[in-house]
């Protein structure tokens, strides 16, 4: 079982966040890493922004950190993400939104 420590650690980037956001809308338990980075970069703030780079950072830090906590399996050998729904990890990427507005508001000022 995955620890609490886990699931925190593995959900303190946005970027990864974002995945799980993703990939707990989707209508089925796997997406390729190009539907990923392109769900995740129509979700992001810039949406008009290029696929290419997120699907690079995706690829070689977000989807192996998430794999090696146990919240998804990434296969980087045909670039396939594989989930099964988690209400915890759900809620936790969810429930990050506010904090999220909050250090921005601060930021601000």
Known sequence: MISDHEILEALAHG?????CKVLAAADR??????EVSERVTANGENRSADARPVRVELH???????DEAGLLEYDHRVHTVYYEQ??????????????????ARVDVE
């Open 15 to 19: 970027r990864r966040r974002s995945v």
């Open 29 to 34: 338990e796997f997406l390729s890493l190009e």
């Open 60 to 66: 070689h830090v977000h989807l192996p950190k998430l």
């Open 86 to 103: 988690d209400p915890v990890v759900e809620a936790l990427a969810d429930g990050a939104r506010p904090l999220e507005a909050a250090r």
